[in-house]
């Protein structure tokens, strides 16, 4: 396993639900996920094994390292998803059901920037790592449906800030967030990306004179739908304490003239899959 792809699924959870309580920020096991009520600092940490493509398009899959590092420390929740950082600095009062999340995001896009195992891939050469700096802004509902269940709604902006794709990725979403037992929740979410030109010409476009056949985007737009459904248990008596199990699901159908790039087409799929499963401690 190449040190990038290492990386990349450290503390990986890629969940793509959308809200602060919601988009990549996956419950905790051993406690409620976001949204649902708790008070004071807690950190989760977990590790596990799980499986993702290749590269976003591919229809490899390869094994990674994966896990979770969310938490609340002075009032300012956090979540690592991959090698991103969501934060919400708005304090929401005890009783409230409503929730006002707001803060900045950090992400690092490893995509196409080492070893690719389809070589029509691998020879249309490596990708600039992206670093891409933005904000998310959401909202949740406290009881809605039952009193200890949360919908959530949520939109996060990225702009690249390395030279990379040069362009935005804008993704809201709407998860839903509900205990099934007195020790476990589960999370399902639906999410949309759209990016701009820059981002659709850096990872579909093929130049002629390579071994797939030449493709050009015709500017941004839709270019992917993804679902998700987070499952966590409390192994312990205390919520958010101690050990726990965690497992996330992720389907991603790729849109339009995205899943048409031969890239897809040809060397990869439109739909892609993610799954992720370990243990985790709470304190």
């Known amino acids: 396993m190449s040190v990038r792809h290492t990386l990349s699924a450290i503390l990986a959870l890629a969940c793509a639900s959308p809200a602060f309580a919601q988009q990549g920020r996956p419950a905790g096991p051993g406690g409620p996920p976001p949204g649902v009520m708790s008070d004071g600092d807690r950190v989760t940490v977990g590790f596990g094994l799980g499986a993702s493509a290749d590269y976003e398009g591919s229809d490899d899959y390869r094994l990674q390292p994966g896990g979770i590092f969310q938490g609340k420390v002075a009032g300012v929740d956090f979540q690592m998803r991959g090698l991103n950082l969501y934060t919400d600095f708005v304090p929401d009062p005890k009783d409230s059901k409503l929730r006002l999340v707001l803060g900045p995001v950090v992400q690092v896009r490893f995509d196409r920037t080492g070893e690719i195992k389809d070589p029509r891939v691998a020879a249309l050469g490596d990708r600039k790592t992206a670093i891409e700096l933005g904000a998310t802004a959401g909202i949740g509902l406290r009881g809605f449906l039952i009193p200890p269940a949360s919908l959530n709604f949520d939109v996060t902006y990225l702009k690249d800030v390395n030279g990379a794709h040069r362009s935005y990725v804008l993704s809201p979403g709407v998860s839903l967030n509900s205990p099934v037992t007195r020790s476990s929740f589960a999370r399902l979410g639906v999410s949309a990306d759209f990016v701009g030109e820059g981002y659709a010409k850096t990872y579909f476009d093929v130049a002629p004179g390579n071994l797939l056949a030449p493709y050009a985007t015709s500017g941004g737009g839709l270019k992917s739908i993804t679902t998700s459904l987070l499952y966590t248990y409390d192994l312990g008596g205390k ?16 849109q339009g ?18 799954a992720v499963a370990g243990i985790s401690y709470s304190f």
């Open 239 to 254: 919520p958010r304490e101690g050990w726990g199990l965690f497992g996330l699901a992720n389907y991603k159908a790729l």
């Open 257 to 274: 003239q995205f899943a048409r790039s031969p890239i897809v087409r040809d060397a990869g799929s439109a739909s892609q899959f993610f």
